[in-house]
């Protein structure tokens, strides 16, 4: 049950009563003044005062003092130095004083709060709601723009710096979970009304990374004692270079070829595009084991570093399932559009750009018309250098489609209402695109794997199960023992 359930349950209250005490407090002579988008900036201070009162007093309910005390069969026990720490909520921030914890009969190993386990604080430090809407946030903005909408609403706490860094830190954290948490995500989804089929595909969307210009320096012979202050040195030189980073797709269609949901997947440049491929095996499997009978189509363009998703569907596809290998259909298209615009008379009177498309639509077998024909014509040009770009447009499309003819069935592919194009593909890079390739943008390999991560949960639709998954690995119960235990 969520707490939002719960919410008429817990909050007893007559709320145009409580409603009618606040207003009572501040309807003086200067309220009378007021405009009326004033008085809604004073409505939100008091009512953002109220919540950062009850987030405190929650906070400090959670403390304890017991000697000794038991987390996961674990037992700590108190350390006697006074310790406080701040912690940023929704609607302030506060220092709390609890003792540190070690682990009984432990030498100096790490220590914890117990409150940061009973009230799952993430990254230690922020409480729950506020690491959530951030995180969700920073899918769509930078941490500035996230920090500075929350001040607008009158929410949030901790300057943009502290925000950068602990939102950086659940990012990447999120990232490393992002197998558990797309998996409890597919546990709580029903499979839609009116799926029909299903579409994958992979392709690649370059983003600008930040990276470190090789120095040479001379290998230090001795270590030397330092007799001047300490001078920071400047940063060493840095080359922003465009990467290519993968994204993938899982959509659920339709019997009319509409998509009615996608699922979208990333990894950074030098992250392993086999690792990829499994993630949406393991979502084409999930959706099987709801509705076995979903055929399924492959469609992506012929680069060979795609070939990964190929093979792992293929290869793991159950014998009764019905799977499209198909080159996308407008991919092959700007191929045989080039020959139309190179070979072609001005406007194209002969319609042949109308002939190809009806060819390979309406023909299971088009392609191997289309490809004989260009073949022939090929032959037939002079090797002259007025007649060049007529070879290479010609001498392009065959190369794409010598090795790929077997993938351009589309006829069969259109009369089952499958896709036939990489459009949901296409459109991901564009929407992972949006926000990694920002104006000024530049990346650390973490910073953009985690940043991918978050936004293609939310664009997934995904990021309330997600988060739930993770939320609930950072909550623990503390027990007071007694010193006889």
Same mark, same amino acid.
């Given at each position: 049950?969520?707490?939002?359930?719960?919410?008429?349950?817990?909050?007893?209250?007559?709320?145009?009563?409580?409603?009618?005490?606040?207003?009572?407090?501040?309807?003086?002579?200067?309220?009378?003044?007021? *405009?009326?988008?004033?008085?809604?900036? $004073?409505?939100?201070?008091g009512?953002? #005062?109220?919540?950062?009162?009850?987030e405190?007093?929650?906070?400090?309910?959670?403390?304890?003092?017991?000697?000794?005390?038991?987390?996961?069969?674990?037992?700590?026990?108190?350390?006697? &130095?006074?310790?406080?720490?701040?912690?940023?909520?929704?609607w302030?921030?506060?220092?709390?004083?609890?003792?540190?914890?070690?682990?009984?009969?432990?030498?100096?190993?790490p220590?914890?709060?117990?409150?940061?386990?009973?009230? +799952?604080?993430?990254?230690?430090?922020?409480?729950?709601?506020?690491?959530?809407?951030l995180?969700?946030? &920073?899918?769509?903005?930078?941490?500035?723009?996230?920090?500075k909408?929350?001040?607008?609403?009158?929410?949030?706490?901790?300057?943009?710096?502290?925000?950068?860094?602990?939102?950086?830190?659940?990012?990447?954290?999120?990232?490393?979970?992002?197998? %558990?948490?797309? &998996?409890?995500?597919?546990?709580? !989804?029903?499979?839609p009304?009116?799926?029909?089929?299903?579409? @994958?595909?992979?392709?690649?969307?370059?983003?600008?990374?930040? %990276?470190?210009?090789?120095?040479?320096?001379?290998?230090?012979?001795?270590?030397?004692?330092?007799?001047?202050?300490? $001078?920071?040195?400047?940063?060493g030189?840095?080359?922003?270079?465009?990467?290519?980073?993968?994204?993938? *797709? $899982?959509?659920?269609v339709?019997?009319?070829?509409?998509?009615?949901?996608?699922?979208?997947?990333?990894?950074?440049?030098?992250?392993?595009?086999?690792?990829? #491929?499994?993630?949406?095996?393991?979502?084409?499997?999930?959706?099987?084991?709801?509705?076995?009978?979903?055929?399924i189509?492959?469609?992506?363009?012929?680069?060979?570093?795609? !070939?990964?998703?190929?093979? !792992?569907?293929?290869?793991?596809?159950?014998?009764?399932?019905?799977?499209?290998?198909?080159?996308?259909?407008?991919?092959?298209? +700007?191929?045989?559009?080039? $020959?139309?615009?190179?070979?072609?008379p001005?406007?194209?009177?002969?319609?042949?750009?109308?002939?190809?498309?009806?060819?390979?639509?309406?023909?299971?077998?088009?392609?191997?018309?289309?490809?004989?024909?260009?073949?022939?014509?090929?032959?037939?040009?002079?090797?002259?250098?007025?007649?060049?770009?007529?070879?290479?447009?010609?001498?392009?499309?065959?190369?794409?489609?010598?090795?790929?003819? +077997?993938?351009?069935?589309?006829a069969?592919?259109?009369?089952?209402?499958?896709?036939? +194009?990489?459009g949901?593909?296409?459109?991901? @890079?564009?929407?992972?695109?949006?926000? *990694?390739?920002?104006?000024?943008?530049?990346?650390?390999?973490?910073?953009?794997?985690?940043?991918?991560?978050?936004?293609?949960?939310?664009?997934?639709?995904?990021?309330?199960?997600?988060?739930?998954?993770?939320?609930?690995?950072?909550?623990?119960?503390?027990?007071p023992?007694?010193?006889? &235990?």
């Amino acid at each position: 049950m969520n707490a939002t359930d719960l919410i008429p349950e817990l909050l007893h209250l007559d709320v145009a009563n409580v409603a009618d005490q606040l207003l009572g407090r501040i309807a003086t002579a200067t309220w009378a003044k007021l *405009t009326f988008e004033q008085r809604q900036d $004073v409505i939100a201070y008091g009512l953002r #005062a109220v919540g950062a009162h009850i987030e405190e007093r929650s906070l400090r309910e959670l403390t304890t003092d017991a000697e000794l005390i038991e987390i996961e069969g674990v037992a700590y026990r108190r350390l006697r &130095q006074p310790s406080s720490t701040e912690y940023f909520g929704m609607w302030g921030s506060y220092r709390i004083e609890e003792a540190l914890y070690r682990q009984a009969g432990m030498r100096n190993g790490p220590t914890i709060k117990p409150l940061e386990k009973r009230a +799952g604080m993430v990254t230690k430090s922020m409480t729950p709601m506020l690491a959530r809407t951030l995180g969700e946030m &920073q899918a769509d903005m930078t941490s500035r723009e996230a920090a500075k909408r929350l001040r607008r609403l009158g929410l949030g706490s901790g300057e943009r710096a502290y925000v950068a860094d602990h939102v950086h830190r659940l990012e990447v954290e999120l990232a490393d979970q992002v197998d %558990e948490l797309e &998996q409890a995500a597919r546990e709580a !989804e029903k499979l839609p009304e009116g799926v029909a089929s299903i579409s @994958c595909g992979m392709d690649r969307r370059s983003i600008p990374m930040e %990276e470190d210009r090789p120095v040479e320096q001379p290998p230090k012979t001795d270590r030397r004692v330092r007799r001047r202050p300490y $001078v920071r040195k400047k940063p060493g030189p840095i080359d922003v270079n465009y990467r290519m980073a993968y994204v993938g *797709t $899982v959509s659920l269609v339709d019997e009319d070829a509409q998509a009615i949901r996608t699922m979208r997947y990333t990894m950074e440049a030098d992250g392993d595009a086999q690792e990829l #491929a499994k993630r949406i095996r393991a979502e084409v499997d999930a959706l099987l084991g709801k509705r076995p009978s979903l055929p399924i189509s492959i469609v992506q363009d012929g680069a060979k570093e795609l !070939e990964v998703l190929r093979e !792992e569907l293929l290869g793991g596809a159950a014998a009764d399932t019905t799977v499209h290998d198909l080159v996308d259909y407008q991919h092959l298209l +700007g191929y045989l559009d080039a $020959v139309v615009a190179a070979c072609e008379p001005p406007d194209d009177p002969h319609n042949m750009k109308r002939f190809y498309r009806g060819k390979l639509l309406h023909e299971d077998r088009g392609i191997d018309h289309i490809f004989p024909a260009l073949r022939r014509r090929a032959r037939n040009i002079p090797n002259t250098s007025e007649r060049s770009a007529e070879r290479k447009a010609l001498a392009r499309a065959l190369s794409y489609i010598r090795d790929r003819r +077997g993938r351009m069935r589309y006829a069969a592919a259109r009369r089952a209402n499958l896709f036939i +194009g990489s459009g949901a593909t296409e459109s991901t @890079c564009k929407l992972i695109g949006q926000r *990694t390739n920002r104006s000024g943008a530049r990346w650390r390999p973490p910073g953009v794997r985690g940043t991918m991560a978050v936004r293609s949960l939310v664009l997934s639709e995904r990021w309330d199960h997600a988060w739930a998954h993770y939320a609930r690995s950072k909550l623990s119960t503390v027990t007071p023992l007694s010193l006889a &235990q």
